[in-house]
């Protein structure tokens, strides 16, 4: 969880920057209006509307991050360097509402603390609520060439 929110964090600081950068272009430039501000940054940090529409650029960039890499191979970066993989544990498979399920249930990490109390099955609030599992790989099976 260390290494995924690291990663999570550098991906919403790059997201924001992106963001911020071209909302101070476009009010710079006078393509939205400065609405008596002297300065684009007294214009954002002082609107509720430009910081909401800033959280949920970032928030859709960190969401984003997790969904596409449980779709892509059934790990992130951390999960990779700890040889972890999500699998189903139903027949179908995973899919883009069930990975969705999956992220809203985790909590932000607070699911994953039902791992300590379920000391028969070890899973987290989101695999269960979502129908996966995570599952240490061998050193051969975390090779990329494997998938």
């Known amino acids: 969880m260390v290494y995924d929110s690291l990663v999570a964090i550098a991906v919403g600081m790059c997201a924001a920057m992106v963001l911020i950068v071209t909302l101070v272009v476009l009010l710079k430039n006078g393509v939205l209006d400065l609405r008596g501000y002297a300065e684009p940054a007294d214009l954002i940090q002082s609107s509720l509307l430009y910081k909401t529409i800033i959280q949920l650029w970032v928030g859709a960039w960190i969401a984003g991050f997790f969904l596409w890499f449980w779709k892509r191979g059934g790990q992130t970066l951390g999960m990779r360097a700890w040889r972890l993989r999500i699998y189903s544990t139903v027949e179908e498979p995973v899919t883009w509402p069930r990975l969705l399920l999956r992220l809203v249930a985790s909590l932000g990490g607070l699911g994953t ?17 979502a129908k996966t599992e995570v599952l240490k790989l061998s050193k051969e099976a975390n090779d990329h060439k494997s998938w």
């Open 113 to 129: 603390l039902l791992v300590v109390f379920d000391v028969k099955n070890k899973q987290s609030l989101q695999d269960r609520l």
